[in-house]
T-cell receptor, first 112, second 111 residues
């Protein structure tokens, strides 16, 4: 029973397309996150949601938009994809920030 | 905001030897420091953590130490095994339930 699940695992798409990545957690956690991991393995936070409210939005292009229909889901929508968007995107969740994250297995996005 | 530095970026050790990864942080308000292990093709997995009211914590072959005064914390792996090969990340807690990650250490254990 996967705790944090992301779909799809791999996504190859052309520049200019719009795509979505889905994330679901069954841990009952209050906060969910999206991280981008570049080719050098650096983890950079993109968004976090707490009780359906966006509480952090780092310097991410507005082509990226998180959508959380409920506490267990945080989807990532990306418009007008660019080559530089190619990376691995991780969803994560945490109980209340006093505990570590549980990460999903990642979505490898390749923009061609 | 918080700045977490991690060293070394790559580390190779012989099987059975010890490995040490060090991190420093800048925000004195940080009070929770988790460590993650990321195996190839997988998401980071929490392996051990330490809170600011504790100086050391051990779990079998892994241990973490924290020096709040110097803003240093370290991961120690003893009796390394090939399955310890992975990328390790340190992190420090920040505002808004956020964690700031180090840049990662690629550990290779040579059989």
């Amino acid at each position: 029973d996967t705790a944090v699940s992301q779909t799809p695992k791999y996504l190859v798409t052309q520049m200019g397309n719009d795509k979505s990545i889905k994330c679901e957690q069954n841990l009952g956690h209050d906060t969910m996150y999206w991280y981008k991991q570049d080719s050098k393995k650096f983890l950079k936070i993109m968004f976090s949601y707490n009780n359906k409210e966006l509480i952090i939005n780092e310097t991410v292009p507005n082509r990226f938009s998180p959508k959380s229909p409920d506490k267990a889901h945080l989807n990532l929508h990306i418009n007008s994809l660019e080559l530089g968007d190619s990376a691995v995107y991780f969803c994560a969740s945490s109980r209340d920030g006093r505990y570590g994250y549980t990460f999903g297995s990642g979505t490898r996005l390749t923009v061609v | 905001g918080e700045n977490v530095e991690q060293h070394p970026s790559t580390l190779s050790v012989q099987e059975g030897d010890s490995a040490v990864i060090k991190c420093t942080y800048s925000d004195s308000a940080s009070n929770y420091f988790p460590w993650y292990k990321q195996e190839l093709g997988k998401g980071p997995q929490l392996i051990i953590d330490i809170r600011s009211n504790v100086g050391e914590k051990k779990d079998q072959r892994i241990a973490v130490t924290l020096n709040k005064t110097a803003k240093h914390f370290s991961l120690h792996i003893t009796e390394t095994q090939p399955e310890d090969s992975a990328v390790y990340f340190c992190a420090a807690s920040g505002p808004g339930n956020q964690f700031y990650f180090g840049t990662g250490t690629s550990l290779t254990v040579i059989p």
